[in-house]
Nanobody
Framework: QVQLVESGGGAVNLGGSLRLSCAPP??????MAWFRQAPGKEREGVAC????????YYAESVKGRFTISRDDEANTVYLQMDEMKDEDAGVYYC?????????????????????WGQGTQVTVSS
């Protein structure tokens, strides 16, 4: 079964940095989004990138601190997280769809995406 492969989660100190990676299926060039879910909360869209034009979109809560990027040679999308806060803790998921999708929609409607990673835990400690 086709899956997204995530890596890079772990524990980080308050104000520290962490980088998550996600490898989409070969040939699936439709964009990528990152979501997170804290215990007892709904899944939240964090960052997204269109494949064709590379435009990026971020939740207000992470603007200026998180960066989504991609390495086409490595077939990997990254989420660089800097200046991390307590509220950044949770399970992080990468997700994509079989066709190019608008990030503005995807970040607010995670169910619109058909392919998800297994999730990677991020813990922030003070």
């Amino acid at each position: 079964q086709v899956q997204l492969v995530e890596s890079g989660g772990g524990a980080v100190n308050l104000g520290g940095s962490l980088r998550l990676s996600c490898a989409p299926p070969e040939g699936r060039h439709t964009g990528m989004a990152w979501f997170r879910q804290a215990p007892g909360k709904e899944r939240e869209g964090v960052a997204c990138m269109h494949y064709n034009d590379g435009r990026t979109y971020y939740a207000e809560s992470v603007k200026g601190r998180f960066t989504i990027s991609r390495d086409d040679e490595a077939n990997t999308v990254y989420l660089q997280m800097d200046e991390m806060k307590d509220e950044d803790a949770g399970v992080y998921y990468c997700a994509t769809d079989r066709i190019p999708f608008p990030c503005q929609v995807a970040l607010n409607s995670p169910r619109s995406l058909d392919l998800w990673g297994q999730g990677t835990q991020v813990t922030v400690s003070s």
